[in-house]
């Protein structure tokens, strides 16, 4: 979603904020702009469309070492160029980029207007310049602060003003910003993947903390203007993981780096020696542990999917009652709140605006909840009491990919932690840590068989309508497909249990509707697959994800063969060829895999 990018140095700006932003496109946006001051005079440049339209729009004379910009999705007024950030006061002192959403930006723009001031924009953030422009404070800094005082929402934001043409003035709060500091400039962006290939010596800003960035440096400080001394730290990621490099795209790049990322999440984590998964930074000891008598999982789109797939493995593994719950729904709800119960939040950026909520509202109400992240440092991570940090590295691509697998094992690992606390004995714990140990070379087989995969998802993408079915353990695998295939194919894509087939669904089945079922080698086999002779029986085209042992008999399907694991862990290898088939529908029909139409990689509003 909405992305901030700023510079303060020696080199000139507006090139450079340019580069951050075509960095931060992945996230989705659908506008964009900078600003750039030189001899203290703000220059604007804004539009309705996308980076290189604003690269393309770039005047000869747009010089200055210091800028902010901004790209933007859409939720206070359609993507045009005016309601594009950066946006400024009246007498256009005053340049605001901002992240998130002003609640009460209704009463503002009527307060404002009624004081003679015109708004030129749609925007929430529009105010915010007013509101900044307007304060009778010396200092910049004061003035971002009493404009923030007036303000009820969340924000990252970063202000210009012509009359301190030697600082931008950051404030944070539920919208995540980061400081990179560099040899005499300084770069902030809301993400990292726009700061590594300058810097990798970072700060990032704390909910409630306000900083002034300057050439020097930068200093950071509370509402109250108590100087918080923060030290940057360094970050492993490589500029090169975020590049594209010989990919045609990023999406095909991180499910083939899955082997490798899968290796990741699971090392230093497996001990043999008592058959248990060793995950210190949930900060459990056992008796705490052992005190848990439920498991709910929150996350949203695919986290949620997988979070689904993981409350399974643990009840299954650990028979802790576990579900998952939308983090969306879940915070609305005025949930119970019980302290015997272990919340887990699930988010690959950690930044998701909905999952970050539930979580502060878990712990507002005295809850225990660890995270299941990707992003180190992410305002999801920081807010929860312990984790365990999937290390699948940057993901560029909309549709997730290797830290979907990340987030799987991750839960795998949990509920062998938890498990190992309880009943599941230590052979038991012993035979998962191998089938855990097996996951990353089955990945890697089953991504051999990408060719055949692609020309099963050839078939399908002229379909304008599929199920994906599964039942128990298949079923969230069929959830996440489902997913998966609507996000980048754009073709309507239902889940549902094999189970619930014949209460309303089969009405549907006919030859123009495929179905891609799941169908793992376990207890459920046989009425699985005689779930799929109701299909065939009517002509219902049909793509069986199973293992090499399953006999479909005379079905006529088209078969994809994943390699057998531990029957607690098959679902984590089934969702690969979800993948994959998604992937190569959709470059079947052409469209933009990495951005799909209307959705962003990271949710940052609600
Ligand atoms: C967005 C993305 C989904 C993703 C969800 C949760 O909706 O489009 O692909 O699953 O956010 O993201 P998170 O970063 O919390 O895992």
């Not at 045009?80 to 006061?89: C, I, K, L, M, Y």
């Not at 300058?198 to 200093?219: C, K, M, N, P, R």
Request: charged letters at 20%; hydrophobic letters at 40%; glycine letters at 10%.
């Amino acid at each position: 979603m909405c992305g901030i990018v700023a510079y303060v140095g020696k080199q000139d700006a507006a090139p450079l904020l340019l580069d951050g932003l075509a960095q931060l496109e992945y996230r989705g946006y659908d506008s964009a702009g900078i600003a750039v001051l030189n001899a203290g005079h703000a220059k604007v440049l804004r539009t309705g469309g996308r980076v290189r339209e604003l690269r393309a729009a770039l005047p000869k004379r747009f010089a200055g070492s210091i800028g902010i910009g901004h790209t933007r999705w859409a939720t206070h007024g359609p993507a045009t160029e005016a309601n594009a950030h950066p946006h400024r006061s009246s007498d256009g002192r005053i340049s605001v980029v901002h992240n998130g959403i002003i609640d009460n930006a209704g009463s503002l723009r009527a307060e404002l207007a009624a004081a003679g001031v015109t708004l030129t924009s749609d925007t929430d953030t529009e105010v915010l310049a007013h509101l900044v422009a307007r304060s009778t404070a010396e200092t910049l800094e004061d003035a971002v602060l009493d404009a923030v005082s007036r303000i009820e929402g969340t924000y990252g934001l970063a202000v210009l003003d012509e009359r301190h043409p030697d600082r931008i003035v950051l404030a944070r709060s539920g919208s995540p910003l980061i400081i990179g500091v560099g040899n005499r400039e300084t770069h902030v962006a809301s993400d990292l993947s726009a700061i590594v290939r300058h810097t990798t010596s970072v700060v990032h800003l704390e909910d409630g903390e306000f900083a002034t960035v300057t050439a020097s440096g930068f200093t950071t400080f509370t509402r109250d203007r108590v100087n918080t001394s923060r030290t940057p730290t360094e970050v492993a990621e490589a500029a090169g993981n975020f590049e594209l490099g010989a990919h045609q795209h990023y999406m095909r790049k991180e499910f083939l780096e899955q082997p490798a990322s899968a290796q990741s999440v699971l090392r230093g984590r497996l001990e043999d020696r008592f058959g248990t998964a060793r995950l210190d930074g949930l900060n459990l000891d056992a008796r705490a542990n052992r005190a848990i008598r439920r498991v709910k999982v929150i996350g949203c789109g695919s986290a949620y999917y997988v979070g689904q797939l993981g409350a399974q493995m643990i009840e299954e593994l650990a028979r802790i009652p576990a579900d998952a719950e939308p983090a969306s729904e879940f915070r609305y709800r005025n949930p119970i709140i019980d302290s015997t119960t272990l919340y887990v939040a699930v988010s690959q950026s950690g930044e998701t605006a909905d999952t970050l909520f539930a979580v502060e509202e878990i712990k507002r109400k005295g809850g225990q909840v660890v995270g299941l992240v990707n992003v180190v440092g992410s305002s999801i991570a920081r807010a929860c009491d312990g984790g365990v940090y999937l290390h699948a590295g940057p993901e560029i691509a909309v549709a997730s990919t290797k830290a979907l697998t990340n987030m799987a094992l991750g839960f795998a690992l949990l509920a062998l932690n938890l498990g190992r606390v309880r009943d599941l004995s230590i052979a038991e714990g012993r035979r998962l840590i191998e089938g855990l140990r097996a996951v990353p070379e089955q990945i890697e087989q089953i991504l051999r068989t990408e060719d055949e995969i692609a020309s099963v998802a050839k078939g399908l993408s002229g379909a304008s309508s599929l199920f994906f079915i599964g039942r128990v353990r298949g079923y969230p695998v069929a959830r996440e497909g489902a997913q998966k295939f609507k996000e980048i194919s754009y073709c309507h894509a239902e889940a549902y249990q094999s189970s619930e087939l014949k209460h309303g669904p089969l009405a549907l089945i006919g030859e123009s509707l495929p179905t891609v079922a799941v169908v793992p080698q376990d207890e459920l086999v046989q009425r699985n697959v005689g779930a799929l002779h109701e299909i065939a029986a009517r002509n219902g085209p049909l793509v069986v994800v199973t293992h090499p042992g399953v006999d479909l008999g005379e079905l006529r399907a088209s078969r994809i063969d994943v390699p057998k694991n531990e029957i607690e862990l098959d679902p984590i290898l089934l969702t690969v060829p979800m993948q994959l088939l998604a992937y190569h529908a959709a470059l079947a029909l052409g469209h933009d895999i990495d951005k799909p139409r209307n959705l962003a990689k990271s949710v940052t509003v609600e």
